[in-house]
């Protein structure tokens, strides 16, 4: 036997959520490589566009849908059209998220709510959308995208740590009521990964000094290095495949060792 087969995909369908680039480009181009078809969504038709030719310069023929994670309808419409047009969804992973970083006394209720429907709400409702067909199937897999805020609080990101605390918890929820249908949920935790969602606390200084952020994340990084979405490529294959079937309800933390490191002294 050809060990190596457990971590093909080959004939699963993927959806990856708000895979236009960053992370979850990164993951869906790792799930083609391996055998998958790719389905992706996002809300910016210009992103879509971009992404599809971007995937095509790849030899990936990407199935693309503007899609908002947090509107049920638009998410049951894309799933019922993706079971159409490519076949009943094997592998789900819950990308799509923002982050908005302002100090809690001046962060609207309005904010809070917006970004805990986006990264914690829409996780349910595309999972939602998505299990009676992996259900019907026989297996499935959900890996939901976590963070170090699941594990971590820190200034200005009060909304976000709520919400990636919450969807480690959900991640439990789905493996406890799923896992008897041969349904796999775990979590990915990325570190802190080079993507435009971080690029803010890398940004040169105006006298082209690195970013007190950027030198404070890599002094408590044991690698000493912000991670690539390409660090992600080998963990998402993992939790998609075979290689995978008895492991559920764990949060893979893929953060250069951030949570096992008190930071090197200044
Ligand atoms: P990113 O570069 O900002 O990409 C986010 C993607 O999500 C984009 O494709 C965006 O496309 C899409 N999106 C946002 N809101 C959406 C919505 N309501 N409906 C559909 N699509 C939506 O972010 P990233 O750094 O790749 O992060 C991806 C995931 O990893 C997020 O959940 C993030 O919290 C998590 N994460 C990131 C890091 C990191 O250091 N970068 C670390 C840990 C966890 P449109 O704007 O066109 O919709
Ligand atoms: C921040 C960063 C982090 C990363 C990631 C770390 O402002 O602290 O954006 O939240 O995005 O979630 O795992």
């Given at each position: 036997?050809?060990?190596?087969?457990?971590?093909?995909?080959?004939g699963?369908?993927?959806?990856?959520?708000?895979?236009?680039?960053g992370?979850?480009?990164?993951?869906?181009?790792?799930?083609?490589?391996a055998?998958?078809?790719?389905?992706?969504?996002?809300?910016?038709?210009?992103?879509?566009?971009?992404?599809?030719?971007?995937?095509?310069?790849?030899?990936?023929?990407?199935?693309?849908?503007?899609c908002?994670?947090?509107?049920e309808?638009?998410?049951?419409a894309?799933?019922?059209?993706i079971?159409?047009?490519?076949?009943?969804?094997?592998?789900?992973?819950?990308?799509a998220?923002?982050i908005?970083r302002?100090?809690?006394?001046?962060?609207s209720?309005?904010?809070?709510?917006?970004?805990?429907?986006?990264?914690?709400?829409?996780?349910?409702?595309?999972?939602?959308?998505v299990?009676?067909?992996?259900?019907?199937?026989?297996?499935?897999k959900?890996?939901?995208?976590?963070?170090?805020?699941?594990?971590?609080?820190?200034?200005?990101?009060?909304a976000?740590?709520?919400a990636?605390?919450?969807?480690?918890?959900?991640t439990?929820?789905i493996?406890?009521?799923?896992?008897?249908?041969?349904?796999?949920?775990?979590?990915?935790?990325?570190?802190?990964i080079?993507?435009?969602?971080?690029a803010?606390?890398?940004?040169r200084?105006?006298?082209g000094?690195?970013?007190?952020?950027?030198?404070?994340?890599?002094?408590k990084?044991?690698?000493?290095r912000?991670?690539?979405?390409?660090?992600?490529?080998?963990?998402?294959?993992?939790?998609?495949s075979?290689?995978?079937?008895?492991?559920n309800?764990?949060?893979?933390?893929?953060?250069g060792?951030?949570?096992?490191?008190?930071?090197?002294?200044?």
């Amino acid at each position: 036997m050809d060990i190596m087969n457990m971590f093909s995909l080959e004939g699963k369908v993927a959806l990856v959520t708000g895979a236009a680039y960053g992370i979850g480009f990164a993951m869906a181009e790792a799930y083609a490589a391996a055998g998958a078809k790719i389905c992706f969504n996002c809300r910016s038709q210009h992103h879509l566009d971009q992404a599809l030719a971007d995937y095509a310069a790849k030899g990936i023929e990407a199935h693309g849908y503007i899609c908002d994670v947090t509107d049920e309808e638009q998410v049951k419409a894309m799933v019922a059209q993706i079971e159409e047009e490519v076949g009943v969804i094997d592998i789900l992973v819950n990308n799509a998220g923002i982050i908005k970083r302002i100090p809690m006394l001046e962060m609207s209720t309005e904010d809070f709510r917006q970004l805990i429907d986006i990264d914690l709400n829409a996780p349910f409702i595309v999972a939602k959308a998505v299990l009676p067909g992996m259900i019907r199937k026989g297996h499935g897999k959900i890996i939901n995208i976590c963070s170090m805020m699941s594990e971590l609080g820190r200034e200005t990101v009060s909304a976000y740590a709520a919400a990636k605390g919450g969807l480690k918890m959900l991640t439990k929820n789905i493996c406890s009521e799923f896992g008897e249908y041969n349904i796999q949920c775990n979590g990915i935790g990325p570190g802190y990964i080079a993507t435009p969602q971080t690029a803010p606390l890398r940004e040169r200084q105006p006298d082209g000094s690195r970013h007190p952020f950027d030198q404070f994340i890599v002094a408590k990084t044991p690698q000493a290095r912000w991670g690539t979405a390409e660090d992600l490529m080998g963990p998402a294959i993992f939790l998609a495949s075979d290689a995978s079937n008895f492991v559920n309800g764990h949060i893979l933390y893929v953060d250069g060792g951030i949570l096992a490191y008190i930071g090197k002294q200044p």
